[in-house]
């Protein structure tokens, strides 16, 4: 057997290994795994089945669609289809693509899959997400026939603004890197790239009139080498040199637009300017004796505004976009206060302190973007001292930045940390890549909400969509960028995408699962999914056991239980992997999954604690419904520190199945819980907390989970044998908007049925 042959087979095993789920109605989306997902889907009988002979017949609106089309069946199917241009497309070609001028929000199109017919109709960027959709329900496999699965599907995007950004600077991504970031964004409906070319660390865009900027600016690698002073010391392995001509950056522009992503150049300023100043040193702040004392910040000079305006005239010639990005985040102002232009700036312009400096520096780069008709974006450090008048906002700073300009009338692209932020790791730190801390996982990304409940409808409408960030410092090549953002990615496409109703958090998860075929047919080397049940785990049992399956086949494990982290030099096995162990004492299961797809390996640990729980009131009598709970404000973050404050609200918790938290308004609510859990029936029962909430919980004064707020804990859960009896019960939340629709815990059986709070929750 050929290697690409083995391949092909590998590709259909991975479809069907994700595909066998067990349900007696197969649900529509496990068939139909698009993401993000439409706004209408229902599922036709039968399919469409794709050949050579098929035409793909288009208006001449669509036909560079057309085109887009055919060429991914070239490249991805071997399938070479004929394409006509139609002034009316006839009902008997195979694959119809048509424009309409439909009002519906921009990208809205229809997408219907008939045993004999596809057709695809939209307005401006709709035809080509319809063709997007049509490509997810093409199979990963190229083994023919190429079934599609006969549907209709009506859909639009939530919101205007899908974004991710990518930072050239700390370590610079070739154009053909940044193609395939664009087709992949593309896929998912991604619609905005944020192309982050200028920083400390790298000037990475040609400017003709100030050749220094790429010829020395541009070359990180070489100056860190000579020893002469850049500050390259958080690039992981000293960064690489390189920039886009002029005629790259037009050929990238021209690539996007026609996939309907458009690029926002971000160009830094006043801070995050150390290659600019590196190349052209008078553009550096001063101090009063004349030198340089840092070389980050710019100087407010009329010299520095003569050259930011120069560059930003040569942007704006190359950039159709209607945004330009200045940056304006962590700029060192205090430098300001030592710098004899920035003082005698102040005192002429009345501005009262650095702030005043950074508004005033903001503030005339925006008039001069306006005269040039471009609107200016910066990130949330713009708000300081005044923000400029029709400036939009980049929220990074947490949401505060963004609620406020939204407020205040400013259109807002939501970019919190730690959401919204890929260049943390996706799991456990230790057994990740280097990344900044803490830990974003999907869900974590997925169940963000960019429209905060703090601003009313009128408010709200001026959030303008959310967006992905990644920075690079510790992101040397394009096979780990890919690792960093996908899956992650898919999240951001889905929650800017679809409608806050028509998120589902495990339809998602299957779906995404069944992305790793097509992540294989593009090369893109998207992290791979946990190992489900790798949880740390508090348990009465004497034995350990448990099944470790994984979603993709072709997937193999290697395990310890003694504490060492397994590595590819011991043996693997395929799953599923029962493990079944006695348990006399607590136990690390260490686990260390690979592919047969891919070159990547993930590392899960998981304690499993021994616990004692013996302490039943079986004489307790006069128990009422419901847990009592206090619900606390504070700052505080450790639960242990909260039983000297008042608290704002005695009262019994709601029971009500799933068990939510009480609404918050923005701050740090703690709840604190107490009462009894009433078990009718000896047997095994497994409790569980949403995945974001920092719980701790206790029956019987045992510890059953501990997560501290703000800290990453991988999933915990408690498996207990528990007597028919009544145990005493205490737990703490703390939560926030973000997390306070995740259920705060639940109690099942060994059989996996979930039981009513309202039949076990009780107080005295
Ligand atoms: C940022 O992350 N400094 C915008």
């Given at each position: 057997?050929?290697?690409?042959?083995?391949?092909?087979i590998?590709?259909?095993?991975?479809?069907?290994?994700?595909?066998?789920?067990?349900?007696?109605?197969?649900?529509?989306?496990?068939?139909?795994?698009?993401?993000?997902?439409?706004?209408?889907?229902?599922?036709?009988?039968?399919?469409?089945?794709?050949?050579s002979?098929?035409?793909?017949?288009?208006?001449?609106?669509?036909?560079?669609?057309?085109?887009?089309?055919?060429?991914?069946?070239?490249?991805?199917y071997?399938?070479?289809?004929?394409?006509?241009?139609?002034?009316?497309?006839?009902?008997?070609?195979?694959?119809?693509?048509?424009?309409?001028?439909?009002?519906?929000?921009?990208?809205?199109?229809?997408?219907s899959v008939?045993?004999?017919?596809?057709?695809?109709?939209?307005?401006?960027a709709?035809?080509?997400?319809?063709?997007?959709?049509?490509?997810?329900?093409?199979?990963?496999?190229?083994?023919?026939?190429?079934?599609?699965?006969?549907?209709?599907?009506?859909?639009?995007?939530?919101?205007?603004?899908?974004?991710?950004?990518?930072?050239?600077?700390?370590?610079?991504?070739?154009?053909?890197?940044?193609?395939?970031?664009?087709d992949?964004?593309?896929?998912?409906?991604?619609?905005?790239?944020?192309?982050?070319?200028?920083?400390?660390?790298?000037?990475?865009i040609?400017?003709?009139?100030?050749?220094?900027?790429?010829?020395?600016?541009?070359?990180?690698?070489?100056?860190?080498k000579?020893?002469?002073?850049?500050?390259?010391?958080?690039?992981?392995?000293?960064?690489?040199?390189?920039?886009?001509?002029?005629?790259?950056?037009?050929?990238?522009?021209?690539?996007?637009?026609?996939?309907?992503?458009?690029?926002?150049?971000?160009i830094?300023?006043?801070?995050h300017?150390?290659?600019?100043?590196?190349?052209?040193?008078?553009?550096?702040?001063?101090?009063?004796?004349?030198?340089?004392?840092?070389?980050?910040?710019?100087?407010?000079?009329?010299?520095?505004f003569?050259?930011?305006?120069?560059?930003?005239?040569?942007?704006?010639?190359?950039?159709?976009?209607?945004?330009?990005?200045?940056?304006?985040?962590?700029?060192?102002?205090?430098?300001?206060?030592?710098?004899?232009?920035?003082?005698?700036?102040?005192?002429?312009?009345g501005?009262?302190d650095?702030?005043?400096?950074?508004?005033?520096?903001?503030?005339?780069?925006e008039?001069?973007?306006?005269?040039?008709?471009?609107?200016?974006?910066?990130?949330?450090e713009?708000?300081?001292?005044?923000?400029a008048?029709?400036?939009?906002?980049?929220s990074?700073?947490?949401?505060?930045?963004?609620i406020?300009?939204?407020?205040?009338?400013?259109?807002?692209?939501?970019?919190?940390?730690?959401?919204?932020y890929?260049?943390?790791?996706?799991?456990?730190?230790?057994?990740?890549?280097?990344?900044?801390?803490?830990?974003?996982?999907?869900?974590?990304?997925?169940?963000?909400?960019?429209?905060?409940?703090q601003?009313?409808?009128a408010?709200?409408?001026?959030?303008?969509?959310?967006?992905?960030?990644?920075?690079?410092?510790?992101?040397?090549?394009a096979?780990?960028?890919?690792?960093?953002?996908?899956?992650?990615?898919?999240?951001?496409?889905e929650?800017?995408?679809?409608?806050?109703?028509?998120?589902?958090?495990?339809?998602?998860?299957?779906?995404?699962?069944?992305?790793?075929?097509?992540f294989?047919?593009?090369?893109?080397?998207?992290?791979l999914?946990?190992?489900?049940?790798?949880?740390?785990?508090?348990?009465?049992?004497?034995?350990?056991?448990?099944?470790?399956?994984?979603?993709?086949?072709?997937?193999?494990?290697?395990?310890?239980?003694?504490?060492?982290?397994?590595?590819?030099?011991?043996?693997?096995?395929?799953?599923p992997?029962?493990?079944n162990?006695?348990?006399?004492?607590?136990?690390?299961?260490?686990?260390?999954?690979?592919w047969?797809?891919?070159?990547?390996?993930?590392?899960?640990?998981?304690?499993?604690?021994?616990i004692?729980?013996?302490?039943?009131?079986?004489n307790?009598?006069?128990?009422?419904?419901?847990?009592s709970y206090?619900?606390?404000?504070?700052?505080?973050?450790n639960?242990?520190?909260?039983?000297?404050?008042?608290?704002a609200?005695?009262?019994v918790?709601?029971?009500?199945?799933?068990?939510?938290?009480?609404?918050?308004?923005?701050?740090?609510?703690?709840?604190?819980?107490?009462?009894?859990?009433?078990?009718?029936?000896?047997?095994?029962?497994e409790?569980t907390?949403?995945?974001?909430?920092?719980?701790?919980?206790?029956?019987?004064?045992?510890?059953?989970?501990?997560?501290?707020?703000?800290?990453?804990?991988?999933?915990?859960?408690?498996?207990?044998?528990?007597?028919?009896?009544?145990y005493?019960?205490?737990?703490?939340?703390?939560?926030?908007?973000?997390?306070?629709k995740?259920?705060l815990?639940?109690?099942?059986?060994?059989?996996?049925?979930?039981?009513?709070?309202?039949?076990?929750?009780?107080?005295?």
């Open positions: 057997m050929n290697r690409s042959c083995k391949k092909n590998f590709l259909k095993y991975i479809v069907l290994a994700v595909s066998c789920i067990c349900f007696s109605i197969i649900p529509v989306w496990a068939q139909i795994h698009i993401i993000p997902q439409p706004l209408h889907l229902t599922a036709q009988k039968g399919n469409f089945i794709l050949t002979k098929a035409i793909i017949g288009v208006d001449q609106q669509s036909e560079a669609v057309g085109t887009y089309l055919q060429n991914y069946l070239t490249q991805y071997k399938l070479n289809l004929k394409l006509k241009v139609y002034p009316h497309v006839p009902t008997t070609v195979a694959i119809k693509l048509v424009s309409n001028n439909s009002k519906g929000a921009q990208g809205a199109y229809t997408l008939a045993p004999g017919s596809v057709n695809i109709s939209g307005n401006g709709g035809v080509f997400y319809g063709v997007q959709s049509l490509i997810e329900l093409l199979p990963a496999s190229i083994i023919k026939p190429l079934k599609i699965t006969a549907c209709k599907i009506a859909d639009e995007p939530r919101f205007q603004w899908r974004g991710l950004s990518l930072d050239v600077c700390r370590h610079f991504f070739t154009v053909d890197e940044v193609k395939k970031y664009i992949i964004m593309a896929h998912y409906k991604l619609n905005v790239l944020h192309w982050h070319l200028t920083d400390d660390e790298g000037w990475r040609q400017i003709d009139k100030y050749p220094r900027l790429t010829e020395v600016g541009a070359k990180v690698a070489l100056y860190a000579e020893g002469k002073f850049r500050k390259l010391d958080n690039l992981i392995d000293g960064g690489n040199d390189g920039f886009y001509t002029k005629a790259e950056i037009r050929d990238v522009i021209k690539y996007a637009q026609d996939r309907f992503v458009t690029i926002l150049p971000e830094e300023m006043p801070g300017s150390e290659a600019a100043i590196f190349a052209y040193p008078e553009l550096g702040c001063q101090d009063s004796t004349g030198a340089k004392h840092r070389v980050r910040m710019l100087d407010p000079s009329e010299h520095t003569n050259f930011l305006e120069d560059v930003l005239t040569e942007v704006i010639g190359l950039f159709p976009n209607q945004y330009i990005h200045i940056g304006g985040d962590e700029a060192e102002m205090i430098d300001w206060l030592k710098s004899p232009t920035a003082v005698t700036l102040m005192k002429k312009e501005l009262k650095e702030k005043g400096v950074q508004s005033y520096f903001i503030k005339r780069i008039k001069f973007l306006i005269s040039k008709n471009k609107k200016l974006v910066g990130w949330d713009i708000l300081q001292g005044g923000l008048e029709s400036a939009t906002v980049m990074w700073q947490g949401e505060a930045g963004g406020a300009a939204a407020k205040m009338h400013h259109h807002v692209v939501m970019t919190p940390l730690p959401y919204m890929f260049d943390a790791p996706q799991a456990n730190e230790e057994l990740e890549p280097i990344g900044w801390n803490p830990p974003v996982t999907w869900q974590m990304v997925y169940n963000y909400e960019p429209q905060s409940s601003l009313t409808p408010e709200a409408a001026y959030i303008l969509g959310a967006q992905g960030n990644i920075w690079t410092e510790k992101i040397p090549n096979p780990h960028l890919e690792y960093m953002v996908y899956p992650r990615a898919l999240a951001i496409a929650l800017s995408w679809s409608t806050k109703e028509n998120k589902d958090i495990d339809r998602f998860d299957y779906k995404m699962k069944q992305q790793y075929g097509l294989k047919l593009w090369d893109l080397n998207a992290r999914p946990d190992i489900v049940g790798v949880d740390h785990i508090a348990t009465n049992k004497e034995q350990f056991k448990t099944t470790l399956k994984y979603p993709l086949l072709g997937a193999r494990l290697r395990y310890t239980l003694d504490g060492k982290m397994p590595d590819d030099k011991i043996q693997s096995v395929p799953f992997v029962t493990i162990v006695p348990l006399r004492e607590s136990l690390t299961l260490k686990t260390y999954t690979t047969t797809l891919n070159s990547q390996h993930i590392m899960q640990t998981a304690n499993i604690r021994r004692n729980i013996n302490a039943a009131k079986e307790i009598t006069n128990l009422k419904p419901g847990l206090k619900l606390i404000k504070t700052k505080e973050i639960y242990a520190k909260l039983d000297t404050i008042t608290p609200i005695t009262a918790i709601n029971t009500a199945n799933p068990m939510v938290l009480p609404v918050t308004d923005g701050d740090i609510t703690w709840v604190k819980m107490n009462g009894f859990i009433k078990i009718d029936q000896e047997g095994d029962y409790f907390s949403g995945f974001e909430l920092s719980p701790a919980l206790f029956i019987d004064n045992e510890p059953l989970m501990i997560k501290d707020k703000n800290t990453y804990v991988e999933p915990q859960k408690a498996i207990l044998h528990l007597k028919k009896d009544i005493e019960f205490s737990g703490y939340y703390s939560a926030d908007d973000a997390n306070s995740q259920t815990f639940q109690l099942k059986t060994a059989d996996g049925k979930l039981l009513d709070p309202q039949t076990y929750l009780f107080h005295l």
